[in-house]
């Protein structure tokens, strides 16, 4: 039986020689420069306290939600949360989904035909190649952020294109160039979807609505994991899109709801964001001191996410141990994730993050690199 299954244990241990094998980890004790908790939601008391009052007068928000939306998990919650997030984007519709992940499957797996083509920025996060999989579609790559890149290769497409792109990229932590992308695609009448996962909450809603893009692009994802501190996420589009992802999008149509609870938790994450701008200021401030200390980074000057090249598995490794072993938890992104010589140790900054404590790491990376 066990020789069946040689290759997967194959497969395990050359990822343990190179060092690149992963495993689940209880959370760690440690000063946070690893989280997607930019503005410091998970861990705050006004906000859970604003959520435990919700639920204390009304209960019936923890039942479970007994089916797909279109059996019977459909509720006065979900319609209204969603009304509420579409009008405060700006756009016609909202559609909300357990996860960003199956908010990109449904988007990219139920949209493009066989006779259409994806073009998706060689950096859009993993969920959507996964996507492009499931459709069947023709998917071509464009340089990172390389608005001339893409252009050669719209104008080599004669069908109905897809452009995929994300306004504020996770691994290197810069923007994209979302103004001149949002022409170039209207230019060559392509349908643009932005992924706002990482945009949202740190650039207030994210960049599409910063520049009010919203004639310009087809579709937003935005989640609720990161800046928010809950979980979920939204497609952000007109009413005939929505219409069509409800009838054709397998993610959405064959998934058990949530319960309302995780879309209170949504609305009320908007009330409490607006009202609190205050988080988002100290995030700036802190990415300020960070970007101060002249280390190195591909990334934006304005991004919670720094990105530090480490170009060698081995050395990664042992700068991440260093930073552990001083109190400081961070992320190590290796290849195969990232590009042989791109790999990275990813910090994310916080609004709750202390100077004292930006200033220790930033020294300890400097004198070991």
Known sequence: MLNKFYHFQEALEKRKENGTLRILKQKQEGIDFYSNDYLGLVGNKDFQDLLLKKITENPELLKGSTGSRLISGNSFVVVETEEFIAKEHQYESALLFPSGYNANLALFSALPTRHDTIIVDEQIHRSVHDACKMSNTKKLKFKHNDVKDLERVLKKQNGLCYVAIESLYSMDGDLASINEIAEITEKYNANLIVDEAHAFGVFGYGLVDKFQLQNKVLATVITYGKALGTHGAAILTN???????????????????????????????????????????????????????????????????????????????????????????????????????????????????????????????????
């Open 239 to 369: 009413d005939l899109i929505k219409s069509y992802l409800i009838n054709f999008a397998s993610p959405f149509i064959y998934s058990t709801s949530a319960h309302d609870f995780l879309w209170m938790t949504i609305k009320e994450g908007y009330y409490f964001f607006n009202q609190n701008k205050e988080l988002s200021i100290k995030l700036q401030e802190n990415i300020k001191i960070f970007r101060q200390q002249d280390l190195k980074s591909p990334s934006s000057e304005n991004s919670p996410i720094q990105a530090i090249v480490v170009p060698d598995n081995h050395q990664l490794r042992a700068l991440k141990e260093i930073l552990f072993d001083n109190g400081f938890l961070t992320y190590a992104v290796f290849s195969p994730t990232v590009k042989v010589g791109t790999e990275r140790l990813r910090i994310c900054l916080h609004s709750f993050n202390t100077e004292e404590e930006i200033i220790a790491l930033t020294r300890i990376i400097r004198d070991f690199i």
